[in-house]
């Protein structure tokens, strides 16, 4: 148990589908993070939030809007996503920003397959 | 944060000692090594970190050359639930975020 949760762990979606992606993090964290994983390529951040503000967008495709309501919860709303999106998309919470890489704790992943 | 270079792949027998190397040539001198894991499926696994001495945990040993330009990390008795992807990144630990990447890594795999 990570005490960083994502559902679903799975999801296949169509193009023209609206899906969103939950993390919960049970660990009284303030940062969380979404990453991109794709097949043979290296972890890619997408997003941080730190008291829930984002502090950063590293060039994501607006097809993806995270929401971050409390500093538990995160989310990553999906619409109109393209086959090339099919990915694991882990998401991962630290106490700050200040810490060190150590302090992040990394959720179990959805795994997400765009037709 | 400074580029390493890892072999894609390794295989390693089961009770026997995994030697994982790592290059990081470029490396400057407030970055810090760092080693994760990913096994199949799931989320990146901190294992252990260093500056410049080498450094042991209840789960692996990191041995880091005099010049910093390389370094090993050492899992003493490789069980098949190591079997995973490990990453060796370089970064400082100087405070507030930094952006990391974690590059390919190497597919460790442990053979009964």
């Known amino acids: 148990e990570t005490g960083v949760t994502q559902t679903p762990r799975h999801l296949v979606m169509g193009m023209t589908n609206k899906k969103s992606l939950k993390c919960e993090q049970h660990l009284g964290h303030n940062a969380m993070y979404w990453y991109k994983q794709s097949a043979k390529k290296p972890l890619e951040l997408m997003f941080v939030?730190?008291?829930?503000?984002?502090?950063e967008n590293n060039s994501v495709p607006s097809r993806f809007s995270p929401e971050c309501p409390n500093s538990s919860h995160l989310f990553l709303h999906l619409h109109t996503l393209q086959p090339e999106d099919s990915a694991l998309y882990l998401c991962?919470?630290?106490?700050?920003?200040?810490?060190?890489?150590?302090?992040?704790?990394f959720g179990p992943g959805t795994r997400l397959l765009v037709l | 944060d400074a580029k390493t270079t890892q072999p894609p792949s390794m295989d390693c027998a089961e009770g026997r000692a995994a030697n994982l190397p790592c290059n990081h040539s470029?490396?400057?001198?407030?970055?810090?090594v760092y080693w994760y894991r990913q096994i199949h499926s799931q989320g990146p696994q901190y294992i252990i970190h260093g500056l410049k001495n080498n450094e042991t945990n209840e789960m692996a040993s990191l041995i880091i050359t005099e010049d910093r330009k390389s370094s090993t990390l050492i899992l003493p008795h490789a069980t098949l639930r190591d079997t995973a992807v490990y990453y060796c990144?370089?970064?400082?630990?100087?405070?507030?975020?930094?952006?990391?990447?974690f590059g390919i890594g190497t597919k460790l795999q442990v053979i009964p």
């Open positions: 939030y730190n008291f829930k503000e984002q502090t």
């Open positions: 991962a919470s630290s106490q700050d920003l200040a810490g060190a890489l150590e302090t992040q704790y």
């Open positions: 470029t490396i400057s001198g407030n970055e810090y």
């Open positions: 990144i370089v970064r400082a630990n100087s405070g507030g975020y930094q952006k990391v990447t």
